[in-house]
T-cell receptor, first 112, second 114 residues
């Protein structure tokens, strides 16, 4: 089956720093999604990408759908303490009934 | 006005028992899912229903039986609970269609087997 490799596994940064994380796949996806999970809650969608090469922003977050359709990255600029959490990438195939394959997550810690 | 709600939030029970988790969504979506998140935070899909029909059934022990009485509800019944079933179970929903739509997740049910 399809597998997603998400890196880094964890990050410890100072408040105000920029963050970059990425996801690579062994095969192509039609859709890339980025979610954030806070402790005790379910994942919440941050950004959805539907087209190869697409670059989309949501406030301080920017994500891109790789040209090869096998990768995506998420950048967070000027991090703040509430950015702490686990960030997941997920890929979807149109032919796969909306099933999302999730990466293993990047745990972000922001030191004030 | 919770979008995807699951009950209970916490479930602590003995090995061998049977238990159910309920999920409801008020987003008008036609597709619902169950995911399992283990202690290492890996999220893995278990089942998916579209308009009450099972469309995804990953390799899950048949002790797990989903039931969708209507497209707004997807319940999960687990028989003969085992220690390895301890995890957080998330319900999610999305709208099907030509273009894949992101899933909206509930807050999870934390299942602990003693």
């Amino acid at each position: 089956g399809q597998q997603l490799n998400q890196s880094p596994q964890s990050m410890f940064i100072q408040e105000g720093e920029d963050v970059s994380m990425n996801c690579t796949s062994s095969s192509i996806f039609n859709t890339w999604l980025w979610y954030k999970q806070d402790p005790g809650e379910g994942p919440v969608l941050l950004i959805a990408l539907y087209k190869a090469g697409e670059l989309t922003s949501n406030g301080r977050l920017t994500a891109q759908f790789g040209i090869t359709r096998k990768d995506s990255f998420l950048n967070i600029s000027a991090s703040i303490p509430s950015d702490v959490g686990i960030y997941f990438c997920a890929g979807q195939l149109i032919t796969n009934a909306g099933k999302s394959t999730f990466g293993d997550g990047t745990t972000l810690t922001v030191k004030p | 006005d919770t979008a995807v709600s699951q009950t209970p939030k916490y479930l602590v029970t003995q090995m061998g028992n049977d238990k159910s988790i309920k999920c409801e969504q008020n987003l008008g979506h036609d597709t619902m899912y169950w995911y399992k998140q283990d202690s290492k935070k890996f999220l893995k899909i278990m089942f998916s229903y579209n308009n009450k029909e099972l469309i995804i059934n990953e390799t899950v022990p048949n002790r797990f039986s989903p039931k969708s009485p209507d497209k707004a509800h997807l319940n999960l019944h687990i028989n003969s609970l085992e220690l390895g079933d301890s995890a957080v179970y998330f319900c999610a929903s999305s709208q099907g269609g030509v273009r894949n739509q992101p899933q909206h997740f509930g807050d999870g049910t934390r299942l602990s087997i003693l």
